[in-house]
């Protein structure tokens, strides 16, 4: 009827039953971290320096999808002039570019 104390202990899991039951939740954790969280700050971290390094006549394309040239770029405005036919030009939001297709040389310093 009653259990023996050496049965109910290993019932229990031992002395370390609660912290072996933290295990797969630390692991899980961990995997997600470095599968999920850590590319994901990476692929931010690339699109934000990419932002900075705009210049005038980048090809660049936009989240809804349109490619275009960068006609003007203010580094202390949020958005940018983008020209996506021959004197049609549109202001967009500096974060809404998505890719740069193609970039330009830096203008050589004068001397």
């Known amino acids: ?15 370390m039953g609660g912290l ?3 295990v797969p939740l630390i692991l899980i954790f961990v995997i997600f971290y470095f599968f999920i969280i850590r590319p994901q700050q990476k692929r931010a971290k690339e699109h934000k320096n990419m932002l900075a390094a705009l210049r005038r006549g980048d ?6 999808g349109v490619m275009g040239k960068v006609t003007r770029v203010k580094d202390d405005d949020q958005e940018i002039e983008v020209e996506i036919a021959e004197g049609v030009k ?3 939001v500096r974060s809404t570019i998505a890719q740069v297709v193609s970039k330009t ?4 310093e004068k001397s």
């Open 20 to 22: 072996g039951s933290f």
């Open 105 to 108: 040389e830096p203008a050589a």
């Open 59 to 64: 090809q660049v394309v936009t989240g809804g």
């Open 1 to 15: 009827m009653f259990i023996t104390p050496a049965h109910a202990q290993t019932a229990a899991g031992g002395p």
């Open 90 to 92: 549109v202001k967009v």
